[in-house]
């Protein structure tokens, strides 16, 4: 046994005098590095050998030399400081742990203690911790009583707003509201309707537009100077169907879909619902027309906070019309969520108001083109107005009207040929094609127009204008400046001088712009 501890003595002294020897090393180097002393005899010894010249090659020598002892010494400084701080890091995160599981042990520690109170409660009425308390109906109403009841209740779910709309609708059927009206009549009703009973006095063209851009697709943009009515409009529509417009203010911080739908806390455990997502979630339980309204949707990137919705909007089936606003569900999560998904009502419009000035952006190809622009740019004439009550309106009626329109009074074969040739000359003078959401879009929102009272050249001259032309303005003005007239000639040979004023009138607009 001796003879095997001097084995392994000397056996591990090996190892050791080498570490021993390289921090020996390691610090005599640095000592060595650092030997003032030495440096000096050097340059004694080789002082009375040195020519003029060569002590300037000294002095450079010497500079030299201390700029690399000093580099090494903030070297050293620097790695010792990033180790104290990353160490300070390290300490203040583990305090920061102790301190969380002391907060979490307190609020265990509180909600004992409401249990413990919630007990002797139960116990003072004479029940037995899980018994029904018997209430006499005197007690069930009275207003205070039911007013903790119900804020208690509502306590308990993440979507309080959209649980009491469960609540409020857990009876409610749909109503038939036997609507009999044409769309030419409902141009007039809600014309009139505006004007007698809000003062507010639109053109029997400007409401026809807007009717027929909402057969057309969920987003209508109304557009123009400041003061012509534009938010009035979409207010008016509110009234008028019964069902106030959602007006959300559009503010410059919004920057995703947060802001309209709301966020799920992690901290409080609760959805922050907006009243844009409740009207939403409610309009889902009924057959009644609904609007947002995006007051000043530009004043924000509309493709970052819309841009899902866009999106969703788009779907040919309602079906896949999904939102996903949490990504799991709960047992006491809403009826119409499911699996933390929300399904997009079809019975609601979304209005979008945009004000062209240097404090908002320029809104997309993007939109525009799931979007339709209606221009508002002149106050309404004031009119004597037939007295007009607001109606109840059916979602499916007036969608059904939409869809008759577009089977009874489509566009012509005479008109689509012309529209095919005005494509292949825009292509090949100016580079920009047709799309097929756009032409698609255009046979909607003429046969509604047409059978609201328009006429078929009227609103494919104005869909034209606002959808096609308007891509004009992301090209050089100068280069296509030449190109004007002749595409000017181009639209009276084909749909005639008396027509199709809207798109002239915007491309000599064009032209004054150069």
């Not at 799991?328 to 969520?337: G, H, V």
Request: aromatic share 14%.
């Amino acid at each position: 046994m001796d003879t095997f501890i001097r084995f392994l003595f000397e056996f591990m002294s090996v190892f050791f005098s080498g570490v021993g020897m390289m921090a020996k090393g390691i610090f005599g180097g640095f000592i060595q590095m650092f030997n003032i002393p030495e440096y000096l005899y050097v340059i004694e010894f080789y002082r009375k050998d040195f020519k003029m010249s060569e002590w300037v090659l000294v002095v450079i020598a010497v500079i030299v030399m201390i700029i690399i002892l000093a580099l090494i010494i903030l070297l050293i400084w620097f790695l010792i400081r990033k180790y104290i701080r990353f160490r300070k890091t390290l300490v203040e995160q583990e305090s920061m742990l102790e301190e969380i599981g002391t907060l979490n042990k307190k609020v265990a520690d509180l909600v004992q203690e409401k249990e413990q109170i919630l007990a002797m409660k139960v116990s003072q009425l004479g029940l037995k911790p899980g018994e029904e308390a018997t209430v006499t109906s005197e007690e069930e109403n009275t207003p205070e009583q039911q007013g903790e009841e119900s804020q208690e209740d509502l306590d308990k779910y993440r979507f309080s707003k959209l649980h009491a709309v469960d609540v409020e609708f857990a009876n409610y059927k749909i109503q038939n509201y036997n609507n009999t009206f044409t769309l030419e009549e409902l141009v007039e009703s809600f014309r009139n309707f505006a004007a007698s009973k809000l003062k507010l006095y639109y053109s029997t063209e400007m409401i026809r537009l807007f009717i027929s851009a909402l057969s057309a697709t969920k987003l209508v943009i109304l557009q123009g100077i400041s003061g012509t009515g534009k938010t009035s409009l979409a207010y008016a529509w509110g009234k008028f169907i019964r069902h106030d417009a959602i007006i959300a203010s559009v503010q410059p911080s919004w920057k995703d879909r947060t802001e309209l739908f709301g966020y799920f806390n992690e901290f409080t455990k609760k959805f922050n619902e907006t009243e844009v997502l409740k009207w939403m979630y409610l309009a889902g339980y009924t057959d009644d027309v609904y609007v947002t309204v995006l007051d000043e949707m530009n004043i924000a990137r509309v493709e970052y906070y819309f841009a899902e919705m866009l999106s969703i909007l788009e779907m040919p089936s309602r079906d896949e019309w999904v939102i996903e606003l949490v990504p799991s569900s709960w047992d006491t999560d809403p009826k119409r969520i499911v699996g933390g998904k929300l399904k997009i009502p079809g019975n609601m419009w979304y209005i979008g108001t945009i004000n062209n000035d240097d404090s908002t952006f320029a809104v997309t190809d993007k939109v525009y083109d799931r979007a339709m622009p209606i221009d508002i740019n002149e106050k309404g004439t004031p009119f004597e107005p037939v007295d007009t009550d607001s109606m109840n309106i059916n979602s499916s009626y007036l969608e059904g009207l939409f869809a008759k329109a577009k089977q009874e009074t489509p566009m012509t074969k005479e008109m689509e040929a012309k529209i095919n040739e005005m494509d292949d000359y825009v292509i090949k003078h100016f580079r920009i094609a047709f799309g097929n959401r756009i032409v698609k879009q255009m046979r909607d929102f003429v046969a509604t127009y047409i059978t609201a009272g328009g006429k078929e050249v009227d609103g494919v001259d104005y869909y034209i204008a606002r959808k096609i032309l308007r891509k004009f303005e992301q090209l050089n003005l100068a280069y296509i400046r030449d190109e004007i007239d002749p595409f000017i000639e181009f639209l009276d040979k084909e749909f005639g001088k008396e027509n199709f004023n809207e798109c002239k009138e915007y491309l000599r607009r064009l032209q004054k712009m150069v």
